[in-house]
């Protein structure tokens, strides 16, 4: 019985607690998107990204001529006047060709793989300040206001609308 009694005397002392804990919820992508930096960060990664494809085309570019090069070769190596004399020059510089072919191959994939990497950890490293930034906004907010716990919108369940405080923020 004893242990009843503390139970329901606990439960009381934790609604009582709870009753004067002031929770509120914000969208995290709401504030993101209306934060400061947002569009400069977006024009800056569009600007990136445009440097980065262009060259890559620069590269797509080369392999092509590359490859039309090694086209002109295999036609002429085709030709039934060749002497054995030419066709083994014309067989050694088809070999060249390929094998700068693959090597430009293999740049222009590490190229675009080395770009994909880069611009996604250029906008990690954006996103962070923004985050960081707006978290030390919300607990300012926080503060100021005396509220005690803030979570994104996403994070709850469900939450009334009168403890959404995005737009306060």
Known sequence: MKSLVAAVFAAGLVCSAAADVRIGVIDMMSLLKEHPSYEINKKLLASTEKTYQEKIEA???????????????????????????????????????????????????????????????????????????????????????????IVDKSAAVYSKKSRDLTKEV
């Not at 295999?74 to 067989?91: D, F, G, T």
């Not at 191959?105 to 590490?110: A, G, H, S, T």
């Not at 300040?129 to 005396?146: G, H, P, R, S």
Request: glycine share 2%.
């Open 59 to 149: 590269q797509k570019q080369a392999l092509e001529a590359i490859e039309s090069e090694g086209r002109k070769l295999a036609e002429s190596y085709r030709n039934p006047m060749l002497s054995a004399q030419a066709k083994e020059k014309i067989e050694k510089d088809i070999s060249e060709v390929q094998r700068r072919y693959l090597s430009a191959q293999q740049n222009l994939r590490e190229e675009a793989m080395r770009s994909q990497k880069e611009l996604a950890d250029h906008e990690a490293r954006l996103l962070k300040v923004q985050l960081d930034d707006i978290k030390e906004k919300v607990a300012e907010f926080a503060e100021k206001y005396k509220f005690d716990l």
